[in-house]
């Protein structure tokens, strides 16, 4: 571990829960960073309300099972990981600590899991793999000039990444009326290393309001099921899309040919008002069957949270902000504090419910009496349990 991401003992000894990180990690961060992070779009009710939904799926423990190895252990994209989370991309997180990237995927290097990258990450996915060796995926997304997401593409390859995660839901970016509060459209110190060379940034003014500029022209509402398809046949690498939200959508995607897709409303950053992406989770796995790789992200902030979204069908989750926080308050050792905790949770979980291994978790483990948690858009939220 580098010294820039060594923590003092100190900082580590008192946040014992996600969200005892996120308030030191809002002491810490420039305000208008830690605004970025936090925030949403329109109304930010969305945290509250996949709060409200994942809060009101209540669990139903089983006794006298004799459960006394408990193995968390997942299969994703033929890959094996002690613990079914992993880390979703995160933009811009050399504001979260020094070489951020670095120091998340160092967190998941030492963990066992996978970082996403961010297309918008303040690092090269070359010199992160290379300072890392964890297991990688790329996000990514279809810009205008194809030549922008075919080079990334082929650093991502380079580097070792195991898959491409297209991100589908940002046609348009949501109205986040924190940032226009704070000014916020990147951060002072911000690079793009693997959307433009030095060189290239150098060209455009190399300021924030010229690449923020740039960002949005190439940014392509235009794109269909096609483009997927063009993704698909320039690479060899699984391509996960992220942003599915209906069944429509999921089963469309089996129809691509896709590896697999991460149900996902990007964290309520873009419409305040769309579903709960763990709402729609057992309709999906309805529409698409059991083999389909399904990831989910949005509020997960514990291990109980980790059981309802696989007992509703997900293979695994992400988490984005919560890692943000640990890294903020304690660099790598912070992102893996946050980790150890959801484990910890998750096993502790799993024991008290009798569950000996993931694949035994099902819709019989939850309980809510006004939602049919087993198929159809009757398993989607509604104003009844609200
Ligand atoms: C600060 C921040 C930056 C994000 N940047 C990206 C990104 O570059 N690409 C992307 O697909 N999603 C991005 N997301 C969305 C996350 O990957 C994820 O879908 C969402 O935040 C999950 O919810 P959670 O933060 O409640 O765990 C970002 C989220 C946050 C909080």
């Given at each position: 571990m580098?010294a820039?991401?060594m923590?003092?003992?100190k900082?580590?000894s008192?946040p014992?829960?996600?969200?005892d990180?996120?308030?030191?990690?809002?002491?810490?961060l420039?305000?208008?960073?830690y605004?970025?992070v936090a925030?949403a779009a329109?109304?930010?009710?969305?945290?509250?309300?996949?709060?409200r939904?994942?809060?009101?799926?209540r669990l139903?423990?089983?006794v006298?099972?004799?459960?006394?190895?408990i193995?968390?252990?997942?299969?994703?994209?033929?890959s094996?990981?002690?613990?079914?989370?992993?880390?979703?991309p995160?933009?811009?997180?050399?504001?979260a600590c020094k070489?951020?990237d670095?120091?998340?995927?160092?967190?998941a290097?030492?963990?066992?899991?996978?970082?996403?990258?961010s297309?918008?990450?303040s690092?090269?996915?070359?010199?992160?793999?290379?300072?890392?060796?964890?297991?990688?995926w790329?996000q990514?997304y279809?810009?205008?000039?194809r030549?922008i997401?075919?080079?990334?593409?082929?650093?991502?390859?380079e580097?070792g990444?195991?898959?491409?995660?297209l991100?589908?839901?940002?046609?348009a970016?949501g109205?986040?009326?924190r940032d226009?509060?704070?000014?916020?459209?990147s951060?002072?110190?911000?690079?793009?290393?693997?959307?433009?060379?030095?060189?290239?940034?150098?060209r455009?003014?190399?300021?924030?309001?010229?690449?923020?500029?740039f960002?949005?022209e190439?940014?392509?509402?235009t794109l269909?099921?096609?483009?997927?398809?063009?993704l698909r046949?320039?690479?060899?690498?699984?391509?996960?899309?992220?942003?599915?939200?209906?069944?429509?959508d999921?089963?469309?995607?089996?129809?691509s040919g896709?590896?697999?897709?991460?149900?996902?409303?990007?964290?309520?950053?873009?419409?305040?008002?769309?579903v709960?992406?763990v709402?729609?989770?057992?309709?999906i796995?309805?529409a698409?069957?059991?083999?389909?790789?399904?990831?989910?992200?949005g509020?997960?902030?514990?291990?109980?949270?980790?059981?309802?979204c696989?007992s509703?069908?997900a293979?695994?989750v992400?988490?984005?902000?919560?890692?943000?926080?640990?890294?903020?308050?304690?660099?790598?050792?912070?992102a893996?504090r946050?980790l150890?905790?959801?484990?910890?949770?998750l096993?502790n979980?799993?024991?008290?419910?009798g569950?000996s291994?993931?694949?035994?978790?099902?819709?019989?483990?939850l309980f809510?009496?006004?939602?049919?948690?087993?198929?159809g858009y009757?398993a989607a939220p509604?104003?009844?349990?609200l």
């Amino acid at each position: 571990m580098s010294a820039a991401v060594m923590p003092s003992r100190k900082t580590l000894s008192r946040p014992q829960t996600l969200a005892d990180f996120e308030q030191l990690a809002a002491k810490r961060l420039p305000k208008d960073y830690y605004n970025y992070v936090a925030g949403a779009a329109g109304d930010e009710s969305d945290f509250a309300y996949c709060r409200r939904y994942l809060d009101s799926l209540r669990l139903v423990h089983r006794v006298l099972r004799g459960s006394h190895t408990i193995d968390a252990q997942c299969s994703i994209l033929g890959s094996t990981y002690t613990h079914p989370f992993m880390i979703a991309p995160s933009a811009y997180l050399g504001s979260a600590c020094k070489r951020g990237d670095t120091a998340m995927a160092l967190a998941a290097k030492e963990f066992g899991t996978v970082f996403t990258v961010s297309t918008l990450a303040s690092e090269e996915i070359g010199a992160v793999a290379r300072a890392s060796k964890a297991d990688l995926w790329q996000q990514l997304y279809i810009y205008k000039d194809r030549e922008i997401t075919r080079d990334l593409v082929r650093r991502s390859q380079e580097a070792g990444c195991k898959a491409l995660v297209l991100t589908v839901d940002q046609p348009a970016v949501g109205i986040r009326y924190r940032d226009r509060k704070s000014g916020f459209t990147s951060p002072r110190d911000f690079r793009l290393p693997n959307v433009l060379s030095a060189a290239a940034m150098a060209r455009r003014g190399n300021t924030s309001a010229s690449v923020g500029k740039f960002l949005s022209e190439q940014r392509n509402a235009t794109l269909t099921w096609k483009d997927v398809e063009w993704l698909r046949s320039i690479s060899p690498l699984p391509v996960l899309l992220k942003g599915i939200l209906s069944r429509e959508d999921a089963g469309l995607a089996v129809q691509s040919g896709v590896a697999g897709i991460i149900v996902s409303n990007h964290g309520g950053r873009q419409l305040d008002a769309l579903v709960s992406p763990v709402a729609m989770l057992s309709s999906i796995r309805a529409a698409v069957g059991k083999d389909t790789l399904i990831l989910v992200d949005g509020g997960i902030r514990s291990g109980t949270d980790v059981i309802r979204c696989i007992s509703l069908g997900a293979n695994a989750v992400l988490l984005a902000r919560p890692l943000v926080w640990g890294l903020a308050v304690a660099g790598t050792a912070g992102a893996l504090r946050i980790l150890n905790i959801l484990a910890e949770e998750l096993k502790n979980s799993m024991a008290i419910l009798g569950v000996s291994r993931l694949s035994e978790l099902g819709p019989q483990y939850l309980f809510n009496p006004q939602i049919r948690l087993d198929s159809g858009y009757a398993a989607a939220p509604s104003a009844i349990w609200l």
